[in-house]
T-cell receptor, first 112, second 115 residues
Framework: TQLLEQSPQFLSIQEGENLTVYCNSS?????LQWYRQEPGEGPVLLVT?????EVKKLKRLTFQFGDARKDSSLHITAAQTGDTGLYLC????????????FGKGTLLTVNP | GAVVSQHPSRVICKSGTSVKIECRSL??????MFWYRQFPKQSLMLMAT?????????EQGVEKDKFLINHASLTLSTLTVTSAHPEDSSFYIC???????????FGAGTRLSVL
């Protein structure tokens, strides 16, 4: 069974601070996705990373896929209260049914 | 594009009754849909993989006779929670996989409360 260890599980910061969320595994993934979920809603896809060493930027969010495609990170610069939510990483091992393995999630609270 | 509609968004039912949740891909065809369960402040737990025209594949520990899945068309999958009990109360989320892209698109979820 593939596992994705996501850390930290909870993070409470002040507006304007920077933060990094980590997603680690001993398994190789063909792709890895980051989602953001708000209470009572479904996850919304932020980014998909496919190539080892890949870096993608989405405004203040920077996503990185490890060279060995076993880990990933999400860095948020100058966090805003609107960034509050549950951040989930999910890896795909490349099977034909495209099942995703989800990390446990990081519940981020950005305080004004 | 890639919109997934899930209905109802919230349902309250009595213990012993059955509840059906629908998942529709509105602007694409989905040969594969997934059903997840999520407890408060926790991650998504995959319950089953639903393929159009064939039986669903259930994850270990998920009772297939309790959680009936039907994927009758390329745009619709349903999850029926049979003889619901309070412990079945949870947030159920579906996702759909377009045939053209290997990305799952998620519905908004259904909050089930069993009294």
């Amino acid at each position: 069974t593939q596992l994705l260890e996501q850390s930290p599980q909870f993070l409470s910061i002040q507006e304007g601070e920077n933060l990094t969320v980590y997603c680690n595994s001993s398994s190789v993934f063909s792709s890895l996705q980051w989602y953001r979920q708000e209470p009572g809603e479904g996850p919304v896809l932020l980014v998909t990373v496919v190539t080892g060493g890949e870096v993608k930027k989405l405004k203040r969010l920077t996503f990185q896929f490890g060279d060995a495609r076993k880990d990933s990170s999400l860095h948020i610069t100058a966090a805003q209260t609107g960034d509050t939510g549950l951040y989930l990483c999910a890896g795909n091992s490349g099977g034909s049914n495209y099942k995703l393995t989800f990390g446990k999630g990081t519940l981020l609270t950005v305080n004004p | 594009g890639a919109v997934v509609s899930q209905h109802p968004s919230r349902v309250i039912c009595k213990s012993g009754t059955s509840v059906k949740i629908e998942c529709r891909s509105l602007d694409f065809q989905a040969t594969t849909m997934f059903w997840y369960r999520q407890f408060p402040k926790q991650s998504l737990m995959l319950m089953a993989t639903s393929n159009e025209g064939s039986k669903a594949t259930y994850e270990q520990g998920v009772e297939k006779d309790k959680f009936l899945i039907n994927h009758a068309s390329l745009t619709l999958s349903t999850l029926t929670v049979t003889s619901a009990h309070p412990e079945d109360s949870s947030f159920y989320i579906c996702s759909a996989l377009p045939g053209t892209r290997n990305i799952q698109y998620f519905g908004a979820g259904t909050r089930l409360s069993v009294l």
